[in-house]
């Protein structure tokens, strides 16, 4: 059969989710499963969605599936009437091709967005015939981290629609034997609790999951549709030796070393706080909440100290004292008493922490350094490379760094690759109502170091994991994986060699268990040691650059082509039937706005575009630049299409100034379309049609990254309707009527009904679309207009024409436009009108340039 190649790149994953989005008249989700199985702590899940068309004519069904950011897919395959689709991982240079050509043709492109705190989304779809079926089947691998005692293997599920053969099958064997398991989440509560069986046997567990349709429909954790929500199972192993749990299989060992009956290391560790301007509101507050009751956690043989800063260094005290309660009652009251103003000055700040560090050496305790900051730096030293360098120099390697990255504004590839670089990590903070429990909960998991300068030795063992680290911390774990040279188990003799609590102590081989897994088609080792190499060479070359950067990046993309796995450097190819649309998918890396990620080579700008296609098969809300040039640009019936819209700051930009947003004009008949940017907090003039008394202004929104805030539509002078992510508020003179139901509005000649993901405006001949739109736990809103008006005087943002220009031959970066030459610099623009959201090339320009008119003409002073 001839096949038509799609390129799909995945990442990351323990948590699985499969949702499909049916209309039940339409095709049937008739069979379910997931099956996990995890062998020393490595998670091998498989999705299988099973599903059929029972109509008379060809379906587009589709495949959701959610997925962790921290586990790798390594298979995707489609079953259609007898034939099978294989996925092929391939260097993401390999399918360049593939994505560029799926960009220009306006399909799907870059469908891989974060959805949640850990989560990304996976989409495809295909065309199933009349009455045929289709299975999807996906495979991911993750080891699971340890922390605060305990590993959680989380399955989501999300079907949308009753299936009457639901299952979900967790298989656990831990040859150190489990400890304790149970059975958390959504789906384990009420009436879905007997659906639930747990199994524990000494070395293996079970737990099964096969709720009834009814029980499906009824459950508390189920929506309109059907079941949805997770199951985390939760348990800890047996720790009877010192040294650890050791593996072996086929030439490759891992080796899981936390051991627990070890005093605890009295610390020193300095919080340095962000209280800028930025941390204004919810943040201060819950930042506030978090450190008084992490200071109550202190022990009072820890010493601590705590920085504030802005443009300026507040410090409560200038040196470390002793956690006492006289120290932490003053300590508290600074802490309340912190305040959001200024700029953000983090290498004075960081260098400020360490110095108090350096300053207060003190024998058998472990010193910490935890900054936490919700914004890029801003004055002082803002240049990144120098403050990592300043950082690296002060600390030397003598204590890690950890930095906590308060929201999405924060350069969180900054803050992760100055951890890493003083053996740290970083770990995002979302600004939720619980982010004062995240907090405290990072916090917990660094609070009691039981080892420092901890050294994994493998006599006997080659091409190792990671064997040096500055600290163990009580709960968590130290897991090392590599080759036994010649699989020769008789030399291969490990040991640890750390500092405890008042001595160097060593941990040797004759506490070791050091078992086979026995079959050598067992290759679960083998990969947990390619998962594991690939991870950390993938931190290791974020951290370096020039030649050792790429050696390190070219071991990774190596190691990750011969294991199949979805990483950033790779994609997946998959084949479908002849005639499917192209999907190509990258992953986003954790930084980045939950966006879509585009390939190296098309890294730019993420931009928020709206629109239909009314008169056109292409995306995107198009329009012509007006040949006069007295007010807006004016909306023609003959010529109306839709243009626009608009884009968020880049999230590996420099964002120091204020944030700017993009929009997109599509041109009449060249290929890439016009961008330019609009900076700081404005209000639009979306649409004004004078003889219907109807005008649409927009506030971008200055904070979550995405499109507008608030739409408002004015009929008369005492009539409006607001629109937002959450609902709709209606102002008839003194009366105000909120809506965030699915009622059916009617303010004067306007109707409006806000559906699922979308309000649907009407106003005579008017039609218009808004859309709801979520980037992870952020929504924005954006209009579509589905109608034009007849009206020929209609003007504002959304009346735009299509631009037309020239590009010059002479010169690439110079377009012609109306007689003017006019300097571009070659852009992307990610549409966000549809739901597929592709990534367009574009000219970007300044806003006078592609508008041929001022920028003002467009803003409003008020809403």
């Not at 190649?5 to 995945?10: F, G, H, S, W």
């Not at 190792?464 to 590599?482: C, D, M, P, R, W």
């Not at 790429?550 to 071991?555: A, C, G, L, P, Q």
């Not at 056109?616 to 839709?642: K, M, P, Q």
Request: hydrophobic fraction near 35%.
């Amino acid at each position: 059969m001839e096949r038509a190649l799609v390129q799909i790149t995945l990442f990351g994953l323990l948590l699985a989710s499969v949702t499909t989005l049916p209309n039940k008249d339409d095709w049937d989700i008739y069979s379910f499963h997931i099956n996990s199985t995890v062998t020393s702590r490595y998670a091998t899940t498989v999705i299988t969605s099973r599903v059929a068309n029972r109509m008379d004519e060809s379906k587009e069904i589709e495949f959701h599936v959610q997925i962790p950011k921290n586990a790798f897919i390594s298979k995707f395959k489609m079953f259609i009437d007898g034939q099978e689709y294989d996925g092929v991982v391939k260097a993401k240079e390999q399918a360049q091709q593939q994505y560029t050509e799926a960009v220009s043709r306006g399909e799907n492109a870059g469908l891989v967005s974060s959805v949640g705190r850990t989560l990304e989304e996976f989409k495809t779809s295909v065309t199933v015939a009349a009455h045929k079926k289709v299975t999807f089947e996906l495979t991911y691998e993750e080891l699971l981290k340890r922390r605060l005692g305990k590993y959680e293997l989380q399955i989501h599920a999300q079907p949308m629609q009753p299936v009457k053969d639901f299952k979900v099958d967790v298989y656990i064997h831990e040859k150190a034997g489990i400890n304790f398991l149970e059975v958390k989440g959504g789906l384990s509560t009420k009436a879905l609790a007997n659906a639930i069986t747990k199994t524990v046997a000494d070395k293996q567990a079970w737990v099964y999951f096969y709720p009834t349709e009814d029980q499906q429909k009824t459950c508390d954790s189920c929506g309109d549709q059907s079941i949805n929500g997770d199951l985390v199972i939760v348990y800890d192993v047996n720790r009877d030796t010192s040294l650890g749990d050791i593996k072996t299989s086929s030439g490759y060992f891992v080796h899981h070393f936390a051991p627990s009956s070890l005093p605890r290391i009295p610390k020193n560790v300095v919080f340095i706080i962000d209280q800028s301007g930025s941390m204004h509101g919810r943040k201060i507050q819950q930042t506030r909440i978090a450190l008084i009751h992490i200071l109550n956690d202190l022990a009072e043989d820890d010493f601590f100290g705590l920085i504030t800063f802005n443009s300026d260094i507040f410090h409560w005290k200038r040196e470390l004292v002793q956690a006492n309660k006289e120290n932490l009652d003053s300590a508290k009251t600074f802490a309340r008493e912190i305040k959001d103003r200024g700029a953000t000055d983090i290498n004075g700040a960081v260098l400020e922490g360490a110095s108090m560090l350096n300053a207060h050496p003190r024998e058998g305790s472990a010193s910490i350094l935890i900054l936490l900051t919700d914004g890029d730096p801003t004055t002082g030293e803002t240049n990144l490379e120098v403050i990592q360098s300043n950082v690296r120099g002060a600390i030397a390697d003598k204590f890690p760094l950890y930095c906590l990255g308060f929201g999405f504004d924060v350069n969180f590839e900054f803050l992760e690759k100055m951890s890493l670089q003083n053996n740290g990590v970083a770990r995002r903070i979302y600004e939720d109502s619980d982010a004062d429990l995240q907090l405290k909960g990072f916090y917990e998991e660094v609070a009691t170091p039981l080892l420092t300068d901890v050294t994994m030795i493998y006599a006997g063992g080659t091409n190792l994991t990671q064997t040096n680290f500055s600290q163990y911390y009580n709960g968590s774990e130290i897991v090392v994986a590599g080759q036994i040279t010649d699989n020769d188990k008789e030399t291969f003799t490990p040991q640890v060699e750390a500092i405890s609590k008042n001595s160097r102590v060593v941990f040797s081989d004759t506490d070791a268990t050091v078992e086979s897994t026995g079959t050598v088609s067992d290759s679960h080792i083998q990969r947990l040691w390619a998962y594991l190499t690939v991870k950390q060479l993938l931190e290791k070359e974020l951290k370096l650059s020039g030649p050792e950067k790429e050696n390190v990046k070219k071991e990774a993309l190596e190691l990750s082509l011969k294991y199949s796995f979805v990483t950033p450097l790779t994609s997946m190819v998959v084949t479908k039937p002849l005639g499917e649309n192209t999907d190509v998918l990258h992953k986003p890396q954790e930084g980045e706005t939950p966006q879509t990620r585009q390939s190296p080579a098309l890294r730019q700008p993420m931009f928020f575009r709206m629109g239909h296609t009314s008169r056109s098969s292409s995306v995107g809300y198009t329009g012509r630049l007006n040949d006069s040039d007295d007010g807006d640009a004016c909306l023609s019936a003959d010529d109306f299409e839709e243009i626009l819209m608009l884009s968020t700051i880049v999230p590996d930009r420099p964002t120091t100034g204020p944030l700017f947003h993009r929009f997109l004009l599509k041109p009449e008949n060249q290929s890439l379309p016009l961008c330019f940017d609009v900076t700081g907090d404005v209000y639009l003039k979306l649409l004004h049609h004078p003889s219907r008394e109807l005008s649409v202004n927009g506030e971008l929104d200055s904070v979550a990254h995405g499109g507008f805030k608030r739409i408002v539509i004015h009929l008369k002078t005492d009539q409006h309707i607001e629109v937002d992510t959450k609902g709709i508020t209606v102002r008839e003179g003194q009366t105000v009527t909120r809506h965030t139901g699915q009622d059916l509005i009617t303010v004067g000649s306007v109707t409006a009904i806000r559906r699922d993901k979308e309000v649907d405006v009407a106003a005579g001949d008017t039609r218009m679309v808004i859309v709801i739109h979520e980037q992870g736990d952020k929504e924005f809103i954006w209009p579509v207009i589905r109608q034009q008006p007849s009206d020929n005087n209609v003007t504002g943002m959304l009346a735009l024409k299509p631009a037309v220009y020239e590009v010059q031959q002479t010169h690439s970066t110079k377009l012609k436009i109306k007689d003017q030459e006019i300097d571009v610099t070659r852009a992307n623009a990610v549409d966000y009108s549809i739901v597929s959201s592709p990534t367009l090339d574009c000219w970007l320009m300044s806003a006078e340039s592609a508008l041929q008119r001022r920028l003002d003409d467009f803003i409003v002073t008020q809403l």
